[in-house]
C-alpha cells in the first residue's frame, strides 16, 4: 500500500493507494502543505479496486476510508486522481463533528471572509480561485468549516477544482502553472483540473476568519442581483451542510446566528470578468 499524509487545516489525512502513481500525482498536488503534528492522522481516505483483479485487469478505483457510501460507483483509473480527492472529501463530508460544514467557497481580506454557497456549475469556485490571485487569501473550496462555539470560518484550503475547461485555462493565465494538476477529461463532474493553493493560504491556513458576506453566484447568465431573505438563507445553509443535522441543536443556534448577523445576496455574471466585478462591488458595499 502507497501512502501520503498531509494536514490540511484542522483535518489530518493519511492517504493510501494500491497504486504509486495517484499517490505520487496527490503528492505533487499537495507539495508545501505540512505533515500531520507527530506523524498521527485523524482520518484515513483510500482508493482501491473493487475486487482484486480490477487491480490489474482493466482496473477500476473505489472509494474507501473510514467512512463510505455503499452505493458509490467505481470509477476508471485514470480518473484515480478524483477518486482520491472524493475520498478525502467523504471523509470529511460523513466524520466532521467539531465544525459546521457549509458547502461552498470562501475568500479572507482584512479579517474578514467572503462565502461563496452554490451547487456544482455555479461558479463558486473558479471565483475563489480568481479572487485568489487577486489579493484575498483562499480559506476554503469545497467545505467551509465554521467554529462551533465562536462562529468563525475556519481555513481548510483543499486543492481547487476547477470543472470547466475554457475557465481553468482563464485561471491558468494568472497563476503559476507548476501549482495545476493534470488535465482530466470525461469525468463524472465533467473536464476538470485541480489547483494548489498559493502559499500564503498555506502558510496561513491556521487562522480563522470572521464571516462577514454570504454570496450565492449563478454562472451563465446575465448579470443581476438580488437579496437574500433571512429565511432563505437559514434554508439553504442547511441544505447545503452535510453534519448539521449530526450536530443536532448548537447548529441550529450557529447556522441562526449567521442568519441574522451576516448578510446575504444572489447574483448571476455570464463571464468571470463580470462575475469578479459583481463580486467586488458587493464588498465594497460590505465593508471587506
Given amino acids: 500500500m502507497h501512502g501520503f499524509r498531509v494536514r490540511i487545516g484542522p483535518v489530518s489525512y493519511r492517504i493510501g493507494s494500491p497504486w504509486a502513481a495517484p499517490v505520487a500525482t496527490l503528492r505533487a498536488l499537495y507539495a508545501g502543505y505540512p505533515e500531520p503534528p507527530d506523524g498521527i492522522a485523524t482520518v484515513t481516505a483510500r482508493i482501491g479496486p ?3 483483479w480490477r487491480r490489474w485487469i482493466r482496473p477500476q478505483v473505489a472509494i474507501e476510508g473510514d467512512h463510505s457510501l455503499p452505493d458509490t460507483v467505481p470509477m476508471a483509473f485514470h480518473h484515480a486522481l478524483l477518486a482520491i480527492e472524493m475520498a478525502m472529501n467523504m471523509q470529511v463530508a460523513l466524520g ?3 465544525h459546521l460544514l457549509i458547502h461552498a467557497s470562501a475568500v479572507e481580506r482584512g479579517g474578514k471572509a467572503l ?17 485568489a490571485e487577486r ?3 483562499l ?10 462555539a465562536t462562529g468563525l470560518a475556519m481555513p481548510f ?6 470543472k470547466n475547461g475554457a475557465i481553468a485555462e482563464a485561471v491558468a493565465r494568472i497563476a ?3 501549482r495545476f494538476g493534470p488535465h482530466l477529461g470525461g469525468t463524472p463532474k465533467g473536464e ?19 464571516p462577514a458576506l454570504i454570496l450565492f453566484p449563478s454562472y451563465g447568465f446575465e448579470p443581476a442581483s438580488d437579496g437574500v431573505s433571512r429565511s432563505e438563507l437559514f434554508m439553504r445553509l442547511t441544505e447545503g451542510s452535510t453534519n448539521y443535522i449530526a450536530l443536532g441543536q448548537p447548529a441550529f443556534e450557529r447556522v441562526l446566528g449567521m442568519v441574522e448577523t451576516i448578510p446575504a445576496a444572489r447574483f448571476a455574471y455570464p463571464d468571470t470578468d463580470s462575475g469578479i466585478a459583481i463580486v467586488e462591488q458587493f464588498c465594497v458595499e460590505a465593508g471587506l
Fill in 157 to 162: 484550503p483543499r486543492a481547487i477544482s476547477l
Fill in 192 to 210: 476538470l483540473r485541480h489547483l494548489r493553493p498559493n502559499a500564503e493560504a498555506i502558510a496561513r491556513m491556521d487562522e480563522p476568519a470572521r
Fill in 135 to 137: 489579493g484575498w487569501r
Fill in 50 to 52: 473493487p475486487r482484486p
Fill in 176 to 178: 503559476d502553472p507548476a
Fill in 115 to 131: 462565502i461563496m454557497p452554490g451547487e456544482s456549475g455555479s461558479g463558486k469556485s473558479t471565483l475563489a480561485a480568481l479572487l
Fill in 96 to 98: 466532521e463533528r467539531r
Fill in 139 to 148: 480559506m476554503a473550496d469545497e467545505f467551509v468549516m465554521i467554529d462551533m
